[in-house]
């Protein structure tokens, strides 16, 4: 009976963790740059979480501060807790002149956090599709776009961010890279799709759950039948 108990044990804690995901995929499907989870699970049934960094739609908003990268790459921004990596290209000048994310996180370029040194409203600030920064016209620095060759070993972090669990000397300078000024990359979330997933999650939970309850009712009568002969 123990044996017959934890097939549907654990079929529902797996279910249960695609319906987390599944939940959070959701609820963050407008968000700027968000990559959405996947849950997979080894031979002894633990569950991994990994992010699917496809890209998502881009859209055009002609904010020149808005920037969408290609498929490739990630953005680096300069955290209290340190590095950290994004696809979120939002990006707003702070009231010190430094170019930052929507948390105030300065946006690495290659010569460091972009500092423009101006809070001039009239100040003309581009970016080219090589990711260079212009200001007035002339080259500031270009951003420093990065990606790795395991991806697995980057984690969110909260925020739209990622931490990248391994060693950052992995980090990956891109060539030629190209970027999309007054774009953002929307979310690579299908929101149909997650909701097709969602209601057949939820399914396969409640029957899980039903041959939980008909296993304990089976064991509590043969329990009694039992006591009754004794």
């Known amino acids: 009976m123990i044996l017959e108990m934890t097939r549907p044990t654990q079929g529902g804690l797996r279910q249960e963790r695609k ?4 939940s959070n995929n959701l609820a963050n ?8 989870d996947v849950v997979s699970f080894d031979k002894a049934f633990r569950a ?47 009231s ?8 105030g996180n300065p946006l690495m370029g290659q010569g460091g956090a972009v500092f423009m040194d101006t809070v001039d ?15 007035n016209n002339e080259l500031l620095d270009t951003l420093d776009v ?9 984690e969110k ?23 999309k000024a007054g ?10 799709e997650e909701m097709a997933k969602m209601i057949d999650y939820q399914r396969m939970f409640e029957t899980y759950t039903k041959s939980m309850k008909t296993f304990d009712e089976i064991d509590s009568k043969a329990i009694n039948e039992v006591g009754q002969f004794t």
Do not use: C, H, W
């Not at 680096?76 to 290209?89: A, F, H, L, M």
């Open 19 to 22: 319906l987390e995901a599944v």
């Open 29 to 36: 499907a407008s968000s700027i740059g968000f990559k959405k």
């Open 48 to 94: 991994r979480v990994d992010q699917d960094f496809t890209q998502g739609n881009v859209i055009k908003t002609d904010n020149p501060l808005d920037v969408a990268l290609g498929p490739q790459g990630l953005f680096k921004v300069e955290t209290p807790d340190g590095i950290k990596y994004t696809r979120n290209g939002n990006f707003s000048l702070s």
């Open 96 to 103: 010190e002149g430094i170019l930052v994310d929507k948390n």
């Open 121 to 135: 409203p009239n100040t003309s600030v581009n970016i080219n599709e090589y990711g260079q920064i212009f200001l």
């Open 146 to 154: 990065v990606s790795f060759e395991n991806m697995e070993r980057l």
């Open 157 to 179: 972090a909260g925020d739209n961010l990622f931490v990248y669990t391994g060693d950052t000397a992995d980090e990956i300078t891109l060539e030629n890279i190209r970027v």
């Open 183 to 192: 774009s953002l990359e929307q979310a690579n979330v299908q929101v149909v």
